[in-house]
């Protein structure tokens, strides 16, 4: 233990809030809240005779400087694309009344993540419904049933 301990009321001089600081780099994305969230680039950092972070629009335009502490910075965080099922069999909890149908979430940087698509009873049947159509749609375009 450090021996310090952590005040626990802002009267105690702590800082509310759980989120580590962000700091971005330079090429970084980051979100403005002094601006109304707008985001843009980061061209400059605090530093060697700068006390700011310098941005600006992505693809040019107004430049602007945040204050060096990033505290009214905040990152940008990939954009979902889409979002295919997994090749595993569905799930279902009968104490929830509810399916699962494992997923694979694509982002607009490369990147993916696997989550679970739950699904009550009436999502269940709309979504047995709607790939029903989409089967029809394709056997449809196709010439009729195959």
């Known amino acids: 233990m450090s ?20 700091y971005p780099k330079l ?3 980051a979100r403005d809240t002094s601006r109304d969230g707008e985001i843009g680039v980061v ?8 006390n700011t972070y310098h941005l600006v629009l992505p693809g040019g ?4 400087s945040a204050p060096n502490d990033g ?28 399916g699962g149908l494992p997923v694979t979430v694509h982002f607009d940087d490369g990147g993916t993540t696997e989550s679970l698509l739950v699904l009550d009873p009436g ?8 790939v029903g159509r989409v089967l029809e749609m394709r056997d449809n375009d196709r010439g009729g049933l195959l």
């Open 43 to 50: 061209i400059e950092l605090p530093g060697e005779g700068r």
């Open 3 to 22: 021996g310090r301990g952590t005040p626990h009321l802002p009267s105690q001089g702590g800082a509310l809030g759980t989120a580590a600081p962000f």
């Open 123 to 130: 999502q269940m049947e709309l979504f047995a419904y709607q």
């Open 71 to 98: 505290n009214t910075l905040r990152p940008v965080h990939p954009q979902v694309t889409h979002i295919t099922p997994h090749k595993r069999d569905l799930t279902y909890d009968s104490r929830a009344e509810h």
């Open 61 to 64: 335009g107004d430049r602007w």
């Open 27 to 29: 090429g970084d994305l």
